[in-house]
């Protein structure tokens, strides 16, 4: 049976729920080759006990860190990646530069998403990566765990950011229909 972009975006969903449980930031990922799940990360370093927020434990670096430990053989071309949010401009260029071909997201990021660059503005590395990008993927799926998230009164990351501003608006707009 050939699972569909929603079967592995489901289980990037389970990664940022995971997240969410713990007081994290919900971002999940999942990286997959030939109709299986090979990597996974969920974001760390945004609870509120922290004396500062990691910017680097990005569900998608976990996750790209995570197939440097793992056994099974894969061609990094083929791989697809998975993420709840669209990814940001250091994930992005992770992303590029581990050669991932492809990226699927859920739920676009307004505020520090990367994927929109124009890479023809950018050093040839970038300009000829031919990476293919498939956005609204269980977008409000998605948009509703952020939503929850920054309803959170514990929650202190990215509080009053135009992020969590757009996420409640677009709850908002919706409630309006």
């Not at 972009?5 to 729920?17: I, K």
């Not at 040839?124 to 959170?152: A, E, T, W």
Request: proline share 4%.
């Amino acid at each position: 049976m050939k699972l569909a972009y929603e079967d592995y975006m489901e289980l990037a969903l389970e990664q940022a729920r995971k997240a969410f449980d713990e007081g994290e930031f919900p971002v999940g990922c999942v990286i997959m080759q030939a109709g299986k799940v090979i990597a996974s990360g969920a974001r760390m370093g945004t609870t509120p006990d922290k004396l500062f927020f990691s910017e680097i434990d990005h569900a998608e670096i976990r996750a790209l860190k995570h197939l440097e430990t793992i056994d099974t053989q894969f061609e990094p071309e083929k791989l697809i990646l998975f993420s709840t949010m669209e990814p940001c401009l250091m994930c992005f260029g992770a992303i590029i530069l581990s050669r991932i071909k492809k990226i699927v997201y859920a739920y676009e990021d307004p505020m520090g998403g990367g994927t929109t660059c124009d890479l023809e503005k950018l050093p040839l590395l970038y300009q000829s990566c031919g990476i293919d990008i498939i956005p609204g993927v269980l977008r409000q799926k998605s948009l509703d765990l952020f939503y929850h998230f920054f309803n959170k009164e514990a929650n202190l990351y990215w509080k009053n950011s135009y992020l969590e501003t757009y996420t409640l608006d677009q709850k908002r707009k919706q409630a309006l229909k």
